[in-house]
C-alpha cells in the first residue's frame, strides 16, 4: 500500500537555526517525492520535487530536501529558518509502478519558528 | 498568470441538501483533481481528470458524490444528500499533463460546512 508519514505533528524552531521537517513514504514500485506548503487559508503551494538523479533536490524559499531510498525517507530541511516560515508542510508521493494518477500526502507537520 | 480558481471560498448548507463546488484550473492543464482536507488532515483523494473524463474515481467516498468536467476545462464536484461528515475544506487541482513527474497546483479550497 501506499502511504506517507510524517511522524512529527509540530516542529518548533529558532529563527535563524536549521530546521528539518521529516518524512518517510512506503510505495510499490518507484517514487516521486514532493513537498508542499500551507498557509492559514490558503491552498498547497509547491516547494520541490525528487523525480530522478541527485538525491539532494533544491527548491523554493531556500528550502532543499534529500531523497534516502535505503531509508525510505525524504526529508524536508532549510539551513537557516525564517519566522515566515511558519505553516504547515506536507509531504507527498506518487507511486510510479502503481496508479500514479494520485499523489498520496501525509497528515502534515506544523512547524513553528519562533523570533 | 491566473492559478486555479475555486468557488465559492465558503459554503455553509443545511444537512441533506445539494451542493456544486467549482474549480477553474489553469488554462491549458489537461488533468485535474479533486482532494478532500478534513481538520488536522492530509488531503484526500477523491477523483482525477484528464481531459473531459474521470480516469479515476476511486476516492469517491459513496455515490452521493460525483463530478464533472464536460469541456475538459472547469470542473464541478456535486455532493446530493449532503450530511455533516462531509464537512471540510474542498481542493482543486491541475497539471499540465498527466505526467508521473508533474507537480499539481492547487487552488485557495473550498470550505464546506454541513450543519
Known amino acids: 500500500a501506499q502511504s506517507v508519514a510524517q511522524p512529527e505533528d509540530q516542529v518548533n524552531v529558532a529563527e535563524g537555526n536549521p530546521l528539518t521537517v521529516k518524512c518517510t513514504y512506503s510505495?510499490?514500485?518507484?517514487?516521486?517525492l514532493f513537498w508542499y506548503v500551507q498557509y492559514p487559508n490558503r491552498g498547497l503551494q509547491f516547494l520541490l520535487k525528487?523525480?530522478?538523479?541527485?538525491?539532494l533536490v533544491k527548491g523554493s524559499y531556500g528550502f532543499e530536501a534529500e531523497f534516502n531510498k535505503s531509508q525510505t525517507s525524504f526529508h524536508l530541511k532549510k539551513p537557516s529558518a525564517l519566522v515566515s516560515d511558519s505553516a504547515l508542510y506536507f509531504c507527498?508521493?506518487?507511486?510510479?509502478?502503481?496508479?500514479?494518477?494520485?499523489?498520496?500526502f501525509g497528515s502534515g507537520t506544523k512547524l513553528n519558528v519562533k523570533p | 498568470g491566473a492559478g486555479v480558481s475555486q468557488t465559492p471560498s465558503n459554503k455553509v448548507t443545511e444537512k441533506g441538501k445539494y451542493v456544486e463546488l467549482r474549480c477553474d484550473p489553469i488554462?491549458?492543464?489537461?488533468?485535474l483533481y479533486w482532494y478532500r482536507q478534513s481538520l488536522g488532515q492530509g488531503p484526500e483523494f477523491l477523483i482525477y481528470?484528464?481531459?473531459?473524463?474521470?480516469?479515476?474515481d476511486s476516492g469517491l467516498p459513496n455515490d452521493r458524490f460525483f463530478a464533472v468536467r464536460p469541456e475538459g476545462s472547469v470542473s464541478t464536484l456535486k455532493i446530493q444528500r449532503t450530511e455533516r461528515g462531509d464537512s471540510a475544506v474542498y481542493l482543486c487541482?491541475?497539471?499540465?499533463?498527466?505526467?508521473?513527474?508533474?507537480?499539481?497546483?492547487f487552488g485557495q479550497g473550498t470550505r464546506l460546512t454541513v450543519v
Open positions: 525528487y523525480i530522478t538523479g541527485d538525491n
Open positions: 488554462s491549458g492543464h489537461t488533468a
Open positions: 507527498a508521493v506518487r507511486d510510479i509502478s502503481y496508479n500514479f494518477n494520485k499523489f498520496y
Open positions: 481528470f484528464q481531459g473531459t473524463g474521470a480516469a479515476d
Open positions: 510505495v510499490s514500485g518507484n517514487p516521486y
Open positions: 487541482a491541475s497539471s499540465p499533463r498527466a505526467g508521473q513527474g508533474t507537480e499539481a497546483f
